[in-house]
């Protein structure tokens, strides 16, 4: 009913920049927290960033001064700067939304498939 396609991941130097964006489309009648994690083999996924439908942004302190949130409420879009990239930002990055579909009314949280952040030299 709802899918979340992510794209702009890729290979990185360190110091580079990477923009991530996340389109979700389907039965969508609102969308209230977009956000994106990440997670690397064998630890657990973790908050890069989220943002209410209100504007209000939340960031993990890894990555605070260096990544910036934003969102497109008309186009269902979120998206992620990345600056100052370092290794340890390697990851698969997911793009999360809070949906209510507009055929059951039903509020769900939905993922999308990921992309692959690699920094390195």
């Known amino acids: 009913q709802v899918q979340l396609v992510e794209s702009g991941g890729g290979l990185v130097q360190p110091g580079g920049s990477l923009r991530l964006s996340c389109a979700a489309s389907g039965s969508i009648s609102r969308i209230y927290d977009m956000g994106w994690y990440r997670q690397t083999p064998g630890l657990q996924r973790e908050l890069v960033a989220v943002?209410?439908?209100?504007?209000?942004?939340n960031y993990a302190d890894s990555v605070k001064g260096r990544f910036t949130i934003s969102r497109e409420n008309a186009k269902n879009m979120v998206y992620l700067q990345m600056n100052s990239l370092k290794p340890e930002d390697t990851a698969v990055y997911y793009c999360?939304?809070?949906?209510?579909?507009?055929?059951?009314?039903?509020?769900?949280?939905?993922w999308g498939q990921g992309t692959q952040v690699t920094v390195s030299s």
């Open positions: 999360q939304a809070v949906v209510v579909v507009t055929t059951t009314r039903l509020e769900d949280i939905y």
């Open positions: 943002i209410t439908l209100g504007g209000r942004i």
